[in-house]
Nanobody, 116 residues
């Protein structure tokens, strides 16, 4: 069984930074993708950032240049560095892993509040 555990988040003023982390463990079918979806109040859930086993990344347009997703070498641990946060980044962020069998494993949601 695969377990995904997210951490980080919190409250920050506009322009501030936060870092999210996500650790996956268990029997993971490779190759796999890890990343974060976010649920912005009043909007549909969107894919904020993803990273493949090979290190390829992709971001939703609204966070490009501000968010960076990275992976610890040889580990199923990823981080999301969020800089220059804006009020519209306020959301619940869900870490996930999509394995080679097409199965998705979710971590618990992490609240990010950007407010002055």
């Amino acid at each position: 069984q695969v377990q995904v555990v997210g951490s980080g988040g919190g409250s920050v003023q506009p322009g501030g930074s936060l870092r999210l982390s996500c650790v996956a463990s268990g029997s993971i079918a490779s190759p796999y993708v890890m990343g974060w979806y976010r649920q912005i109040p009043g909007k549909q859930r969107e894919s904020a950032a993803i990273i493949t086993s090979g290190g390829r990344t992709n971001y939703v347009d609204s966070v490009k240049g501000r968010f960076t997703i990275s992976r610890d070498n040889g580990k199923s641990t990823v981080h999301l560095q969020m800089n220059d946060l804006r009020s519209e980044d306020t959301a619940v962020y869900y870490c996930y892993l999509l394995d080679a069998n097409g199965e998705t494993f979710w971590g618990q949601g992490t609240q990010v509040n950007v407010t002055s």
